[in-house]
């Protein structure tokens, strides 16, 4: 199944916000869309900038090549 990143993401905040581990959201959310969903070390990294406060779904602004 095809799942975009916002709609992962938003999964990601949620599992966040109910205090599951990084660990068991990614396994979670490949169970329900598939292996490729997520991994384990995305969804770290998405639990760090939670928990530093940034909540933003969306990717920073990027300078260089396009």
Known sequence: MDVSKELVR???LYDFKVGLLAAASSR?????FGDIAVNERT???WFQKF??????????ARTGRS
């Open 10 to 12: 938003g999964c990601l």
């Open 28 to 32: 979670r959310i490949c169970r329900v």
């Open 43 to 45: 969804t770290r990294h």
């Open 51 to 60: 928990r530093l406060g940034d909540l933003s779904l969306c990717d920073k």
